[in-house]
């Protein structure tokens, strides 16, 4: 009997315009949940390898110290 090899999902480059979209949709999220935070999304050049973005995000809390 023979087995079929499973198919092994493998990184992608992403585009510029796949970048763009991916960052725009996760800042608009933070931004909805963390408000008074203002937000960085940096999405790396390629995939992981299951195919998912790789993505980190800084949130960043603005707080006025004395007067």
């Known amino acids: 009997m023979r087995t079929l090899p499973l198919a092994v999902p493998s990184r992608r480059k992403l585009t510029a315009a796949d970048k763009q979209k ?3 949709e996760i800042a608009a999220k ?3 949940v963390h408000p008074d935070e ?3 999304v940096h999405v790396e ?7 998912k973005p790789i993505v980190k995000t800084v949130r960043i809390l603005e ?3 004395g007067s």
Do not use: A, L, Y
């Not at 050049?45 to 195919?51: A, F, N, R, S, Y």
């Open 22 to 24: 991916i960052s725009e």
């Open 30 to 32: 933070e931004r909805v």
């Open 38 to 40: 203002r937000v960085r």
């Open 45 to 51: 050049d390629e995939t992981d390898d299951q195919g």
């Open 63 to 65: 707080k006025e110290i």
